[in-house]
């Protein structure tokens, strides 16, 4: 079956979506599109996720393989004149564009319906996002941390599919309330979600911005902070000599290099009482349903704290006993093996949680280093002892 990308979803060109950075999505990103954009459509939902399986990692818009599969001729047409997701992205660089950022607090939550989409798409381009008690003690740890190395580079790190873009729209929120606390004077900030793609976004006055992009080789404003909201195996965020936060899932070794001089952060994972404070909360039924909000606390037991593994299963009404036994099935006896050998680049996160370690007196110490493993959830732990009592007890 011929699948047109365009027909699946109407604002692909005017989001500025290019075949490159479509390929550098992750599987995390993917499911947040599916389910921003189908949550009731599993046959589009499907063959979105077909296209990407089949272009991921692709570095070239004339990509033989996508042109040579079936459900792809139709699909991508001519890579080159960019026929099917348009020059919008090229448009877009020529000139700048004004844009409104505005964050409304709506008890535990905040409305995002005037924060523009492009800084949202990480995190499916809710509308109402969850403000964990969390948020807060990591950008007054961040806020701590800044005059004590030279480096400002933070890599905020965390299990996947835990709410990273969310803490980049939060803290995002922080900067444009109090630039004064990151020792900026401006609320304007750098964006980048993929290699090589860099935006500017110029304050000019209360709500309002400028967007531009920022040309390869041009040197950022040392004065002016980045935020690197990514995930892709192939770059890394844009060195810079300011204020510079990359948030990212546990893979260490893409950012040793960035990172070696400055800190990485750990973000917990959910806590039980933090998903049934979400699921039963009014913002969530209108964004998703009562129903699927039913089966999200249903899921607690088989997720853990991975929410997003869990409302992806609430959506679609599947078992999440399916995920986790075929996780299970594929990486459960290496875990067993060598869960004290484990490193932060290893296995799937519906089995593992990383998580910070608690001081003293209870509260995070973000610091990577100090960084702890724990069984996903009560159900996992119950699989993987099936496995091997031996090695776990």
């Known amino acids: 079956m011929e699948v047109d990308l365009t027909a699946l979803k109407g604002d692909w060109q005017s989001n500025g979506l290019t075949w490159i950075a479509f390929g550098n999505l992750t599987q995390v990103d993917i499911d947040g599109l599916k389910i921003q954009w189908f949550p009731n459509d599993a046959g589009k939902s499907g063959r979105l996720q077909d296209i990407w399986t089949r272009h991921h990692d692709r570095q070239q818009d004339d990509c033989p393989v996508c042109l040579r599969h079936e459900n792809f001729q139709y699909a991508v047409g001519d890579h080159r004149s960019a026929q099917v997701v348009g020059d919008s992205s090229v448009s877009k660089k020529q000139k700048a564009e004004k844009t409104e950022i505005f964050f409304k607090e709506e008890g535990k939550f905040l409305d995002l319906t005037r924060v523009p989409d492009e800084l949202k798409m990480r995190s499916g381009r809710l509308t109402y996002l969850y403000i964990r008690d969390c ?3 990591i950008i007054a740890d961040i ?8 480096c400002k580079t933070f890599a905020i790190l965390g299990t996947a599919g835990i709410g990273k873009s969310s803490l980049f729209l939060v803290v995002l929120k922080f900067l444009l309330e109090e630039p004064t606390k990151f020792g900026h004077t401006t609320r304007s900030f750098y964006f980048q979600t993929f290699p090589g793609e860099i935006w500017l976004y110029r304050h000019v006055h209360a709500n309002d911005f400028n967007v531009s992009f920022v040309e390869k080789g041009e040197r950022l404003d040392v004065s002016i902070p980045l935020f690197a909201d990514m995930e892709t195996e192939q770059g890394s965020p844009k060195e810079h000599a300011g204020v510079s936060l990359i948030f990212s899932s546990f893979r260490l070794s893409r950012y040793k290099e960035i990172t070696k001089n400055g800190w990485q952060k750990v973000m917990p994972t959910w806590s039980a009482d933090e998903q049934t404070d979400l699921f039963n909360s009014p913002q969530f039924a209108r964004e998703f349903g009562k129903e699927v909000a039913e ?3 249903d899921n607690i037991f088989y997720f853990g704290g991975s929410i997003l593994n869990n409302i992806n299963m609430a959506i679609t009404g599947q078992s999440p006993l399916e995920e986790v036994d075929r996780a299970i099935l594929e990486k459960g006896q290496y875990v067993v093996e060598r869960f004290f ?3 932060l680049d290893d296995v799937s996160d519906v ?3 990383r998580n910070p370690a608690r001081k003293e007196d209870g509260t995070y110490n973000f610091s990577a280093d100090s960084c702890i493993y724990s069984f996903a959830s009560p159900y996992v732990l119950q699989c993987l002892l099936k496995l091997n009592n031996n090695m776990l007890v």
Do not use: N
């Open 351 to 353: 089995l593992v949680h």
């Open 135 to 137: 948020y807060g003690d």
């Open 341 to 343: 050998e484990l490193g």
């Open 143 to 150: 806020v701590a941390s800044l005059p004590r190395k030279r």
């Open 295 to 297: 089966r999200a606390y």
